[in-house]
């Protein structure tokens, strides 16, 4: 009898975490959710005991020395994915890290190049890939469903951060990588990039911070909220595509998360769960047939994030059985690297107030 080849996960941090990747690999067949790491030792001891995971620690090079462990869920602050993310290739394990990529381009390239080096898993947490609507909306551009494209167009909207009342947390700071650009503009950029299969030529960035300082848990001190809380981008595709980005963590009203494409026959709009489809004319919005959505197991929160990662989860889950260093479709190290450079573009962009220009890669 062929034993099961069982994979074992290790998670460093309890955010995300806790609320979305413990739940969903616990519901994956073949896989263990066996170590969890947290600067808080108390997290990492709750998230354990609360979900049965063996072992629990305040050294995330712990995990990555566990024998145990095949795959390192790296979630976060960005400040510290590209050090976690080389340690972990260098000790052989397969490694999925949070969004966005790093700090910086520089960072991300140097995670980049240790993946390529080391030929392991290496990918970022991308999820939204993996719905339904988003990759039936890439299949329909790419037979050529709408025609030749003209523009794409992505919204993100909330008021999460709106109240200045909201305790001062890494969020609030752009030396730990924080900021709505790069926790929802990471996700922008690779749908754009997802989507159309071409790479941005050019971009111009304006961020914005309102709320001057928040008070720090704990100490309850005012500290400076450096990170912006809206950015609007526009993104040029070579000379016949272009895009915008609208992003805000501190509107009021209904949470918006639209991703439009408009062709010279048609258009696209992908809102959550949802694919519509609308021929030009006809000025509707029909629905585009998709699979019925699967029942959540419990704990997972019903959004387009987790339903995402629990997708994600499996082909990742699979690919490590099989002994595979790739995953179909997922992000890699090299795409969290090319949207990072869309990323400082933009920052570079809002600092010098004009457009920036960016060098294709190959």
Same mark, same amino acid.
């Given at each position: 009898?062929?034993?099961?080849?069982?994979?074992?996960?290790?998670?460093?941090?309890?955010? %995300?975490?806790?609320?979305?990747?413990?739940?969903?690999?616990?519901?994956?067949?073949?896989?263990?959710?066996?170590?969890?790491?947290?600067?808080?030792?108390?997290?990492?001891?709750?998230?354990?005991?609360? %979900?049965?995971?063996?072992?629990?620690?305040?050294?995330?090079?712990?995990?990555?020395?566990?024998?145990?462990?095949?795959?390192?869920?790296?979630?976060?602050? !960005?400040?510290?994915?590209?050090?976690?993310?080389?340690?972990?290739?260098?000790?052989?394990?397969?490694?999925?890290?949070?969004?966005?990529?790093?700090?910086?381009?520089?960072?991300?390239?140097?995670?980049?190049?240790?993946?390529? =080096?080391?030929?392991?898993?290496?990918? *970022?947490?991308?999820?939204?890939?993996?719905?339904?609507?988003?990759?039936?909306?890439?299949?329909?551009?790419?037979?050529?469903?709408?025609?030749?494209?003209?523009? =794409?167009?992505?919204?993100?909207?909330?008021?999460?951060?709106?109240?200045?009342?909201?305790?001062?947390?890494?969020?609030?700071?752009?030396?730990?990588?924080?900021?709505?650009?790069?926790?929802?503009?990471?996700?922008?950029?690779?749908?754009?990039? %997802? *989507?159309?299969?071409?790479? !941005?030529?050019?971009?111009?960035?304006?961020?914005?911070?309102?709320? =001057?300082?928040?008070?720090?848990?704990?100490?309850?001190?005012?500290?400076?909220?450096?990170?912006?809380?809206?950015?609007?981008?526009?993104?040029?595709?070579?000379?016949?595509?272009? =895009?915008?980005?609208?992003?805000?963590?501190?509107?009021?009203?209904?949470?918006?998360?639209?991703?439009?494409?408009?062709?010279?026959?048609?258009?696209?709009?992908?809102?959550?769960?949802?694919?519509?489809?609308?021929?030009?004319?006809?000025?509707?919005?029909?629905?585009?047939?998709?699979?019925?959505?699967?029942?959540?197991?419990?704990?997972?929160?019903?959004?387009?994030?987790?339903?995402?990662?629990?997708?994600?989860?499996?082909?990742?889950?699979?690919?490590?059985?099989?002994?595979?260093?790739?995953?179909?479709?997922?992000?890699?190290?090299?795409?969290?690297?090319?949207?990072?450079?869309?990323?400082?573009?933009?920052?570079?962009?809002?600092?010098?107030?004009?457009?920036?220009? *960016?060098?294709?890669?190959?």
């Amino acid at each position: 009898m062929t034993r099961e080849v069982r994979v074992g996960v290790g998670i460093i941090g309890t955010g %995300f975490a806790r609320s979305t990747q413990v739940p969903a690999f616990r519901d994956c067949p073949g896989v263990d959710v066996i170590s969890i790491a947290s600067a808080h030792p108390e997290k990492a001891a709750a998230v354990a005991r609360d %979900f049965g995971i063996p072992h629990a620690t305040a050294d995330w090079r712990d995990v990555l020395a566990h024998p145990g462990v095949d795959l390192v869920c790296i979630s976060t602050p !960005p400040a510290l994915h590209r050090e976690m993310s080389v340690e972990a290739l260098a000790a052989g394990k397969a490694v999925l890290c949070e969004k966005p990529t790093a700090l910086n381009a520089s960072e991300a390239e140097a995670m980049f190049a240790e993946a390529r =080096a080391r030929g392991l898993l290496a990918l *970022l947490d991308h999820e939204l890939r993996f719905l339904p609507a988003r990759r039936r909306a890439r299949e329909l551009i790419r037979e050529g469903g709408l025609g030749a494209v003209r523009h =794409a167009r992505v919204a993100h909207r909330s008021d999460n951060r709106a109240s200045a009342s909201r305790p001062w947390d890494w969020w609030s700071d752009a030396g730990q990588g924080g900021g709505v650009l790069g926790a929802i503009g990471s996700h922008a950029v690779d749908a754009l990039r %997802f *989507l159309l299969g071409r790479e !941005p030529s050019a971009v111009l960035g304006a961020l914005k911070t309102h709320t =001057a300082e928040r008070v720090e848990p704990g100490t309850r001190a005012s500290r400076p909220v450096t990170a912006d809380e809206e950015a609007s981008v526009l993104l040029r595709f070579g000379q016949d595509v272009t =895009a915008t980005v609208d992003l805000s963590s501190v509107a009021a009203g209904e949470p918006v998360h639209v991703v439009e494409v408009f062709g010279a026959q048609g258009a696209l709009r992908i809102e959550r769960h949802q694919l519509w489809r609308s021929a030009v004319g006809s000025r509707t919005w029909e629905p585009v047939a998709l699979p019925a959505l699967e029942p959540l197991p419990a704990g997972l929160p019903d959004n387009e994030w987790a339903r995402g990662f629990r997708l994600f989860a499996r082909e990742v889950a699979e690919a490590l059985r099989q002994g595979l260093s790739s995953v179909e479709s997922a992000a890699t190290f090299e795409d969290g690297w090319r949207n990072q450079l869309v990323l400082d573009a933009a920052r570079r962009s809002h600092e010098e107030r004009r457009w920036v220009e *960016l060098t294709p890669q190959g």
